[in-house]
């Protein structure tokens, strides 16, 4: 049930095929990178996750309460970083023709445009989250409308408000291809997440193991899924126009 859209025929089914494609053609360094970001960043995800768990009814000394808010920052940082690089640097490797080799990590970590990236994913997620909250449909509505400023940010080298401006641009006349393939995908990671982290805490019950472990896992095989999908549609969309 996907549409073509504008002289570029970009469609959400292409889009899930080229994604899948991707996905196998460069499937050792979309994981070796997954390995290189998630492994380390959920192990202080899961260090986060256990400061945020203390129990406030029997610990309500102002140290307490400081190692639990600092857990749930220290949360949403690791979170969010961890998403920025990755993303970005699947951006950087598509962009290139795909005969080229992908960049190194290095050469990701030097040329990531963080702060932007950081902001937009704040302003992306907060947006989101309340448009979620008013009834869920202005929620899905803000999500497809704006799921593009990032690697708009990382392709184009745009500041955050351009970014979101651009993005528009991008998304006018294939808002319905954009949300059949990133809302489904959304959907179905968070699920496979969930999944993944309860079977890892069956098998292992050192909660900060399990945490670590699940954490990593589900992020590694996940988010190359989103993040390639929407690099893919941002390219292939620019195209269009030009």
Do not use: C
Request: hydrophobic share 55%; charged share 15%.
């Amino acid at each position: 049930m996907s549409r073509s859209l504008g002289s570029g025929a970009v469609t959400a089914r292409g889009i899930y095929v080229r994604t899948a494609r991707t996905y196998w053609r460069r499937a050792g360094y979309l994981l070796v990178l997954g390995i290189a970001v998630f492994v380390p960043l959920g192990l202080l995800d899961a260090l986060a996750n256990q400061a945020a768990d203390i129990d406030l009814s029997q610990d309500l000394s102002a140290l307490g309460g400081f190692t639990v808010a600092a857990g749930l920052v220290g949360q949403a940082i690791t979170s969010l970083l961890g998403e920025v690089f990755y993303a970005g640097a699947v951006a950087l490797a598509l962009a290139r023709r795909e005969e080229s080799e992908p960049p190194s990590l290095g050469n990701v970590a030097r040329r990531l445009a963080y702060w932007k990236l950081i902001v937009v994913d704040i302003v992306f997620g907060v947006g989101t989250a309340i448009g979620l909250l008013a009834l869920i449909v202005p929620g899905i509505v803000f999500f497809t409308w704006f799921s593009l400023a990032g690697p708009v940010v990382e392709l184009e080298g745009v500041g955050v408000k351009a970014a979101f401006a651009r993005r528009r641009r991008l998304v006018r006349g294939r808002f319905w291809t954009v949300l059949l393939v990133l809302v489904p995908i959304t959907l179905a990671s968070e699920f496979l997440s969930t999944v993944s982290l309860e079977a890892v805490h069956l098998v292992i019950h050192s909660p900060l193991l399990s945490d670590w472990v699940g954490e990593a896992i589900a992020n590694i095989a996940l988010s190359p899924f989103y993040a390639v999908a929407a690099v893919l549609m941002t390219l292939e969309f620019s195209r269009a126009e030009r």
